[in-house]
């Protein structure tokens, strides 16, 4: 159990457009999902914590204009990077808290690339 | 604020060998602490944690880590490395209750291994 996904794996897209990617837990309800940045051979950021119902909560430095966070339901949430440019790519990984188990699962991750 | 440190960017250890990642953290408390492995295309998987009591985890995959108060590290370790451990770890911070915050996780900047044949 605790699985979590993201669609697409792989996303390659032209400077300019908007690119949505989805986090979904599949067998257990997230109350809270969290996105991360990581960047070629570094760590994890945190860029916002996203709750179920409400808005979500950025980081300092995050854009919450550019990176806009929909939690709409307790197994979704998304992430739409708006206007990409070059600089926005990166490796973006999700995570969702099973509050039962008071634990963080993490999805496999979405690579963009933006041309 | 509260930051991890992982002093070791890369560790190439012999398969059967020991293997010692060391992780120091600063917190105002002692913070709940982790560790995550990350094998290439997949996602974070978790090895242990510590939350309280006992300071020698056992973890998953034969690993354990071992909460140093005095020293504010919690250091990861495995008696013998298969070729299979060969991967990104990442030690990892969460507030602990009251302040809780969701438990948003702060990552050091991990160690990557590899495992010589």
């Known amino acids: 159990g605790a699985v979590v996904s993201q669609h697409p794996s792989r996303v390659i897209c032209k400077s300019g457009t908007s690119v949505k990617i989805e986090c979904r837990s599949l067998?257990?309800?997230?109350?809270?999902m969290f996105w991360y940045r990581q960047f070629p051979k570094q760590s994890l950021m945190l860029m916002a914590t996203?709750?179920?119902?409400?808005?979500?909560?950025?980081e300092q430095g995050v854009e919450k204009d550019k990176f806009l966070i929909n939690h709409a339901s307790l197994t979704l949430s998304t992430l739409t990077v708006t206007s990409a440019h070059p600089e926005d790519s990166s490796f973006y990984i999700c995570?969702?808290?099973?509050?039962?188990?008071?634990?963080?699962?993490f999805g496999p991750g979405t690579r963009l690339t933006v041309l | 604020a509260q930051s991890v440190t992982q002093p070791d960017i890369h560790i190439t250890v012999s398969e059967g060998a020991s293997l010692e990642l060391r992780c120091n953290y600063s917190y105002g408390a002692t913070p709940y602490l982790f560790w995550y492995v990350q094998s290439p295309g997949q996602g974070l998987q978790l090895l242990l944690k510590?939350?309280?009591?006992?300071?020698l985890v056992q973890g998953i995959k034969g690993f354990e880590a071992e909460f140093k108060r005095s020293q504010s590290s919690f250091n990861l370790r495995k008696p013998s490395v298969h070729w299979s451990d060969a991967a990104e770890y990442f030690c990892a911070v969460a507030p602990p209750p009251p302040r809780a915050a969701g438990n948003k996780l702060t990552f050091g900047g991990g160690t990557r291994v590899l495992v010589k044949p």
């Open positions: 067998d257990f309800q997230a109350t809270t």
């Open positions: 995570s969702a808290r099973d509050r039962t188990r008071n634990e963080q699962f």
């Open positions: 996203s709750n179920e119902g409400s808005k979500a909560t950025y």
């Open positions: 510590y939350f309280s009591g006992d300071t």
